[in-house]
């Protein structure tokens, strides 16, 4: 027998009973690894901080708070007839009002632009200072501050919401749960409520939701916007900004290394370790290990591990870093907002400007400016009456029998202004037509009037001769003032059937 074939002691051959044994503790194993690979969630406690980044997250949050909840209570004159909530989405009617603004459905690409306008002026904001819209205006970033700050008046700082946890049920605790769980239901309802005011008269829906008279699909709503403020900014918290938030992910290709983020200086902390008061600095560096950047993350992360998915740029870290600085008698800014570029000029001991201008902010910048301007020339131009020209498709064309060709086009003559408007139907592009409006005594006579905030609907007939063309050609066809001050066209096309 071969020597390689002789099987050792360390080498006998599985049999069929260990061959299933070995199968089994793998298969054991492998459901145990799956098992791991959903982590329960962690709750998160951050320990309230005093500083620069906490006092500009409370002023940013009262300034938006106060604009969400003041804003439809805001009242502005449009004249008889007309609401005068200064924002409103009226969606009996259909208008959009905003304060001197009135946008008509027809008129949805100014939302558009308007998204458009953000969404540039977002990417800009990222390129240049991170996540900064993160760490400050995002919704859920203004509801969860608010609403551990109800959870720290009630059960206190990080430290004793801890204790609270571990405790044992009692009258105590329960009550600190009810009255906490309580005023974040009273602000969730609130923040439902007030979005559904920029739908609805403020006063009036105010009135109607507290007597029970408001309609059941404004009820429904406030629940539903309810449960979501109070689930996600309660108990989903950061698992929003790491799970459910696309931005992270995008957020990668905006920035570069010019961007700013919140930074810890590791040149300058490593290696750390803890302090004793008298001690030398000499050989290590200034970060002690005392875990307070970690104690404050709202995101339950250490910045000193670098740049992480999870950082929204809030600075919490910074000021929890800076406190503890101030008590060592050491510099501030071991955290800090700083580029990866500005690090390593910081290293080499080169001057540290910030570079703003670079050329993904440049793009950005000339990007958004042509939009708004696109969009600041089509409110200038924007006129009162407005025309859309929809063409009958079945028959495509009617031949009279004296071999004449006619269209027929329904014409909806939109007038935004607050007066009746005299107008005359128009027709280009078709030597020879001759138009007449069905229903109109006599009816080749072109005039209409359309009273203010209205619509008028017509029907317009187009005849040629027989020999007036090919068989299809564009023509546009609208409405001009007697006076000339206003013309509004739009393109169609008439067909013939001609070869």
Same mark, same amino acid.
């Given at each position: 027998?071969?020597?390689? /074939?002789?099987?050792?002691?360390?080498?006998?051959?599985?049999t069929?009973?260990?061959?299933?044994?070995v199968r089994?503790?793998v298969e054991?194993v492998?459901? /145990?690894?799956?098992?791991?690979?959903?982590?329960a969630r962690?709750?998160?406690y951050?320990?309230?901080v005093?500083?620069?980044?906490?006092?500009?997250?409370?002023?940013?949050?009262a300034?938006l708070?106060?604009?969400?909840?003041?804003?439809p209570f =805001?009242?502005?004159?449009r004249?008889?007839?007309?609401?005068?909530? &200064?924002?409103?989405?009226? =969606?009996?009617?259909p208008?959009l009002?905003f304060?001197?603004?009135?946008?008509?459905p027809?008129?949805i690409?100014?939302?558009?632009?308007l998204?458009i306008?953000a969404?540039?002026a977002?990417?800009?904001f990222?390129a240049?200072f991170?996540?900064?819209?993160?760490g400050?205006?995002c919704?859920?970033?203004?509801?969860?501050d608010l609403?551990?700050?109800?959870?720290?008046w009630?059960e206190?700082?990080?430290?004793a919401?801890i204790?609270l946890?571990?405790?044992?049920?009692?009258?105590k605790k329960?009550?600190?749960? =009810?009255?906490?769980h309580a005023?974040?239901l009273?602000?969730?309802?609130?923040?439902?409520?007030?979005?559904?005011l920029?739908?609805?008269d403020?006063?009036?829906?105010?009135?109607?939701f507290?007597?029970?008279?408001?309609?059941l699909m404004?009820?429904a709503?406030?629940a539903?916007?309810?449960?979501?403020?109070y689930?996600? #900014?309660?108990?989903m918290?950061?698992?929003?900004?790491t799970?459910?938030?696309p931005?992270?992910?995008i957020?990668?290709?905006?920035?570069?290394a010019?961007?700013?983020s919140?930074t810890?200086l590791k040149?300058r902390?490593?290696?750390?370790?803890r302090?004793?008061?008298?001690?030398?600095?000499?050989?290590r560096?200034d970060?002690?290990?005392?875990?307070?950047?970690?104690?404050?993350c709202?995101?339950?992360?250490?910045?000193?591990?670098?740049?992480?998915?999870?950082?929204?740029?809030?600075?919490?870290?910074?000021?929890a870093?800076d406190?503890?600085m101030?008590k060592?008698?050491?510099?501030r800014?071991l955290?800090?907002y700083?580029?990866?570029?500005?690090?390593?000029?910081?290293r080499?001991g080169?001057p540290?400007?910030i570079?703003f201008?670079?050329?993904?902010t440049?793009?950005y910048a000339i990007?958004l400016a042509?939009?708004? =301007?696109v969009?600041l020339?089509a409110?200038?131009?924007?006129?009162p009456v407005?025309?859309?020209?929809l063409?009958?498709?079945n028959?495509l064309?009617?031949r009279?029998?004296?071999?004449?060709?006619?269209? &027929?086009y329904?014409i909806?003559?939109?007038?935004?202004?607050d007066?009746?408007?005299?107008l005359?139907?128009t027709?280009?592009?078709l030597?020879? #037509?001759?138009?007449?409006?069905?229903?109109h005594?006599?009816?080749n006579?072109?005039?209409l009037?359309?009273a203010p905030?209205?619509?008028?609907?017509?029907r317009l007939?187009v005849t040629?001769p027989p020999?007036a063309?090919p /068989?299809?050609r564009d023509i546009?066809i609208g409405?001009?003032?007697?006076?000339g001050?206003i013309?509004v066209?739009?393109?169609?096309?008439f067909?013939?059937?001609?070869?």
């Amino acid at each position: 027998m071969d020597a390689s /074939a002789t099987p050792d002691a360390g080498t006998r051959p599985i049999t069929h009973a260990a061959e299933g044994v070995v199968r089994s503790d793998v298969e054991a194993v492998n459901s /145990a690894v799956r098992r791991t690979l959903y982590k329960a969630r962690e709750p998160i406690y951050p320990k309230s901080v005093k500083g620069t980044f906490r006092r500009i997250k409370w002023a940013v949050m009262a300034v938006l708070l106060a604009i969400y909840y003041i804003v439809p209570f =805001l009242r502005f004159d449009r004249g008889l007839g007309k609401p005068d909530q &200064a924002v409103l989405v009226d =969606l009996d009617r259909p208008r959009l009002y905003f304060f001197w603004l009135e946008l008509w459905p027809q008129e949805i690409y100014f939302l558009a632009g308007l998204l458009i306008l953000a969404a540039l002026a977002l990417f800009l904001f990222t390129a240049l200072f991170g996540r900064v819209w993160c760490g400050y205006a995002c919704p859920q970033t203004v509801w969860t501050d608010l609403y551990i700050a109800v959870e720290n008046w009630i059960e206190g700082d990080r430290g004793a919401r801890i204790r609270l946890a571990k405790e044992p049920w009692s009258a105590k605790k329960l009550g600190k749960r =009810l009255a906490k769980h309580a005023i974040w239901l009273i602000i969730a309802v609130a923040t439902g409520g007030a979005w559904v005011l920029y739908f609805y008269d403020a006063p009036t829906f105010v009135v109607e939701f507290f007597t029970g008279t408001a309609p059941l699909m404004a009820y429904a709503f406030v629940a539903g916007l309810t449960f979501t403020t109070y689930t996600l #900014a309660g108990f989903m918290r950061e698992q929003v900004c790491t799970y459910m938030c696309p931005w992270p992910r995008i957020q990668g290709a905006m920035v570069d290394a010019e961007s700013i983020s919140v930074t810890y200086l590791k040149a300058r902390g490593e290696p750390r370790g803890r302090h004793k008061k008298g001690a030398s600095w000499d050989g290590r560096g200034d970060c002690i290990d005392c875990n307070q950047c970690v104690a404050a993350c709202p995101m339950g992360i250490d910045i000193r591990d670098g740049d992480q998915l999870e950082c929204i740029n809030c600075g919490l870290c910074i000021d929890a870093c800076d406190e503890v600085m101030d008590k060592i008698e050491r510099p501030r800014g071991l955290i800090t907002y700083e580029s990866h570029a500005g690090v390593e000029r910081r290293r080499k001991g080169a001057p540290n400007a910030i570079r703003f201008i670079r050329t993904r902010t440049v793009f950005y910048a000339i990007v958004l400016a042509a939009v708004g =301007l696109v969009m600041l020339a089509a409110l200038i131009e924007r006129t009162p009456v407005g025309i859309a020209v929809l063409r009958d498709r079945n028959p495509l064309f009617v031949r009279l029998s004296n071999g004449d060709i006619r269209n &027929a086009y329904t014409i909806k003559i939109m007038n935004r202004g607050d007066v009746p408007v005299a107008l005359t139907l128009t027709a280009t592009g078709l030597p020879g #037509a001759v138009l007449t409006v069905a229903g109109h005594t006599p009816a080749n006579d072109l005039a209409l009037t359309v009273a203010p905030d209205e619509i008028r609907a017509v029907r317009l007939l187009v005849t040629v001769p027989p020999d007036a063309g090919p /068989a299809s050609r564009d023509i546009a066809i609208g409405v001009a003032s007697t006076d000339g001050a206003i013309t509004v066209t739009n393109d169609t096309v008439f067909m013939s059937g001609q070869p």
